[in-house]
């Protein structure tokens, strides 16, 4: 920050202490700057005194120095930290008892002479004055010869022309060749203007008759249809809504969409600090806020696909032309609506149904009320070391999460946990879900060899039937080997059920970490979506 002196017409500063210091002392023979030229400087600079301290000093500072501030009528011009006062201004130069304030060379009564001016000024005061002296005149000549110029045709280069111009001008300036330069400037303007006028007028009456021309050739051709959108280009029959969505057929995909869009809420971005401009509606719309740049049956395909193929937001932004973004909104502002309405189709069924619905091969089995197992869905490594930890799955040596699945012997899906880290066990998933609670007395629960919960069935007299292990045993024997054989025949039902469930690549692939809060949503829709397709044993 370069300080200054505050003081009208006083120009000492940072500046010329610094260019002094680069001068060659004549005394020392060394440049001021050295240490061993103790030369005193020019001048000395002293910063105002402060509100804070001394505010009466500061005040009587700026009454005796009296500058005015440009911008503001009879104020003092306020001071800033690169304002200082020379030494030139104090009385012994420097701040006293005895002088404390600026009293010399304050620069109130100078005034500047007209030979005190430099010689460019000089010049430019002088081209100025002329240049003002000059316009005025032409005003006045043009103001006086109206008549003239209205009487000057477009043959204005002829001899006898110029002289009734000439002589009607006044005497004074007939000498002048500016004037008489500038009035032949302005004829060749009008001129000039006329011919632009008259080329504007053809074009105008041509682009008129074109535009005529091109109205007549659009109300005669037929009005095209609109452009078909993207549900019905990709989902042209029944495979088609398999292969791109999952849904068994086109038509209840089609109602599906007529039941949930309307319940999908507007995607909320939070209110604006301000609002530009009030919008006044003749006819109050249906849905308020910008216009949607897809349709809700686009933006319902789009989260079927990427459910059913696992797509990322980039490849859906490119096939549906939006951006990544948008397509990331659009999912988890369908899913969620999704995941509430379609979780109803996940059911519990009671004994009776049960019972009614089960195929001939659980006949032996009146009492069982499900098959159980736990699968699991590789997840991207999170960099948190505890949630590596707590996912980290040694069965499949892999990043995941786990839940536990159930389903009727008619292999639909009747039960869906939430999910939990792939470090925790079949048992704990089990009595945490509270699977448990939803069984009665008497029941029969088939699950895998690993499902160590036979102490809390029997709490719950819950009957478990699990296949025989090879606890202090090297070999199973015949009873068991039937036995398991029997079980594994049953239980595959299951196996098959999360089989189907993984057709949904989004839960058979690696799921993002950005996805991985979503999770439960999304296993809860594909698992609905499967209870919608046809059972997979039928008797």
């Known amino acids: 920050m370069s300080r200054h002196c505050y003081v009208v017409d006083c120009h000492n500063g940072d500046y010329r202490l610094q ?18 030229c103790d030369c005193n400087p020019p001048f000395r600079l002293f910063n105002f005194p402060t509100e804070k301290k001394d505010p009466q000093g500061r005040l009587q500072w700026l009454k005796l120095i009296n500058r005015a501030d440009p911008t503001k009528k009879h104020c003092w011009l306020k001071p800033t930290r690169s304002h200082v006062v020379c030494s030139n201004h ?40 002329t240049k003002m002296q000059s316009t005025q005149d032409i005003s006045e000549v043009l103001t006086d010869q109206e008549d003239v110029l209205s009487n000057v045709g477009d043959s204005t ?3 006898s022309e110029d002289e009734s111009i000439e002589s009607n001008l006044p005497s004074t300036w007939i000498q002048k060749s500016v004037v008489r330069f500038i009035l032949y400037i302005l004829l060749a303007i009008i001129r ?10 053809v074009k105008v009456a041509n682009l008129l008759k074109l535009n005529k021309s091109m109205k007549d050739k659009l109300t005669k051709q037929t009005i095209q249809p609109p452009q078909q959108s993207l549900f019905e280009k990709i989902l042209k029959n029944d495979e088609d809504a398999v292969f791109n969505t999952g849904v068994p057929t086109k038509s209840l995909l089609i109602k599906l969409h ?19 401009k009030v919008r006044r509606f003749q006819f109050s719309p249906k849905k308020f806020g910008p216009a949607r740049k897809l349709d809700s049956r686009d933006e319902f ?42 979780g109803k189709v996940i059911k519990w069924p009671t004994k009776e149904e049960v019972l009614a619905s089960k195929p001939s ?83 029969m629960i088939q699950a895998d060899k690993g499902f160590n919960i036979q102490r809390e069935c029997d709490d719950k007299f819950i009957s478990l039937h699990v296949p025989p292990g090879l606890r202090g045993k090297t070999q199973m024997t015949s009873t068991a080997v039937e036995k398991t054989k029997k079980i594994a025949n049953l239980r595959i039902t299951i196996e098959q059920v999360i089989r189907r469930l993984k057709t949904f690549k989004i839960i058979s692939s690696e799921l993002p970490l950005t996805l991985v809060p979503s999770v439960d949503k999304i296993i809860t829709v594909c698992a609905a979506i499967c209870n919608l397709k046809d059972p997979l044993y039928r008797d």
């Open 192 to 201: 000039s203007l006329k011919r632009e006028n008259k080329t504007l007028k």
């Open 301 to 342: 395909l789009l989260t079927l696909m990427k459910l059913r193929l696992g797509l990322l937001n980039k490849d859906l932004a490119n096939r549906f032309m939006i951006s990544a973004t948008l397509s990331g909104k659009i999912f988890h502002a369908y899913l969620a609506t999704m995941a509430k309405i379609l």
């Open 361 to 443: 091969r659980f006949k032996r089995y009146p009492d069982l009320r499900a098959i159980i197992d736990c699968s699991e869905v590789f997840i991207e490594t999170p960099k948190d070391p505890n949630a590596q930890n707590m996912t980290w799955s040694n069965y499949k040596h892999h990043n995941t999460v786990k839940f536990l699945i159930a389903c009727a012997p008619n292999s639909c899906i009747t039960f869906i946990s939430p999910t939990y880290g792939g470090r925790s066990s079949d048992k704990e998933i089990t009595v945490q879900s509270g699977f448990l609670d939803k069984c009665e007395q008497y029941d």
């Open 19 to 36: 260019r002094w210091k680069k001068e060659k002392c004549q005394q020392h023979q060394v440049f001021h700057a050295v240490d061993s």
């Open 90 to 129: 104090f009385v012994g130069g420097f701040p006293t008892s005895e002088h404390p304030h600026p009293e010399i060379n304050l620069g109130h009564g100078i005034k500047r002479a007209s030979n005190d001016l430099s010689e460019d000024r000089r010049k430019r005061l002088h081209i100025r004055t």
């Open 157 to 159: 280069d002829s001899k």
């Open 258 to 276: 007529d039941y949930i869009a309307p319940k999908v809420r507007r995607r909320w971005h939070g209110m604006k600090c301000t609002i530009p």
